[in-house]
């Protein structure tokens, strides 16, 4: 009897599965904003993946957005890393994020716990040059209404709080809006704000394949 019933537990835990990678991939095939198309001129954003993360990457300043008010030098290690040309973005859970700085640290139990929306979230900026294109790195040029609509989403999305140092010189954590959760992972943030700018992508995105497909 336990036996039957670890199998159909088993059984129900693969179908529960397969039915969420089911409904990630439809979901990242139907279009949001299908008829957009990229301008011949504008702002140039990129969209970089680690393989399991998306980041938005924007320029320090374009187009009247300047983050100075959210994003001080202060708030890195080191404050000379300010300088750079680019701050990339990236949405998640406060408890994976700030300790799993490499995916040697991933722990099931933390991984669980952010599926479930146990805990709150952080918006991880990181202070970059602008990225080389190729498989890992897309760029989308915007219109500047675009661009502000974009850089609005992201804006929306801190909330208040004193930041916290990140992995290295140039990059903190900063208190965010919103729960992370099985629906509602990073990748999804990312393709949440690209439509919120009017960009055709995929109108759920868990995976960053589901993003980084559409560029």
Known sequence: MIRNGLVRLLLGLAAVVLCYL?????????????????????????????GIHTDLVLPVSAEGVDW??????????DPNRAAASHLAFGWGDRDFYLNTPTWWDVNPVRVGRAFVGAGATVVHVSHIAAPQIGPNARAIVLRPEEYRRLAGFIRNTFGEGPPARGYGAADAFYVARGSYNLFRTCNAWTGEALAAAGVRVGKWTPFPSGVMQWF
């Open 22 to 50: 089911a409904a990630a991939f439809l979901g990242s095939a139907v279009a949001a904003n299908r008829d957009w198309k990229p301008p011949a001129q504008g702002v140039t954003i990129y969209v970089i993946d680690n």
């Open 68 to 77: 100075g008010d959210l994003i001080r030098p202060g708030h890195l290690a």
